[in-house]
């Protein structure tokens, strides 16, 4: 059974940063495609960044240029590194292993807020 838990959110102000990581449970997790999504309350949940288990990344248009995602194989952990954090990027952060039948995380809160 594949685990997923998410840590590194918290409240910060706009402009700020946070690193959010995703460990994962699992001794063949480098072979997964792994992602970050966002739901935010009231909205659709939104895919953020995909890494694949050779390291390439696939980034939406509001994630490039602040977002970066990597993984550290040989931890079994994916993480995003986001900053000049905006008020709008508030939202639970999912980490999502991709695959049949694929795994989510709980989550975990990111604030942005003065």
């Known amino acids: 059974q594949v685990q997923l838990v998410e840590s590194g959110g918290g409240v910060v102000q706009p402009g700020g940063s946070l690193r959010l990581s995703c460990a994962a449970s699992?001794?063949?997790?480098?072979?997964?495609?792994m992602g970050w999504y966002r739901q935010a309350p009231g909205k659709q949940r939104e895919h953020v960044a995909t890494?694949?288990?050779?390291?390439?990344?696939i980034n939406t248009e509001s994630a490039k240029g602040r977002f970066t995602i990597s993984r550290d194989n040989a931890k079994n952990t994916v993480l995003l590194q986001m900053n000049s954090l905006k008020p709008e990027d508030t939202a639970v952060y999912y980490c999502?292993?991709?695959?049949?039948?694929?795994?989510w995380g709980q989550g975990t809160q990111v604030t942005v807020s003065s």
């Open positions: 999502r292993l991709h695959g049949d039948p694929g795994y």
């Open positions: 890494i694949t288990g050779g390291g390439k990344t």
């Open positions: 699992g001794s063949i997790f480098s072979i997964y495609v």
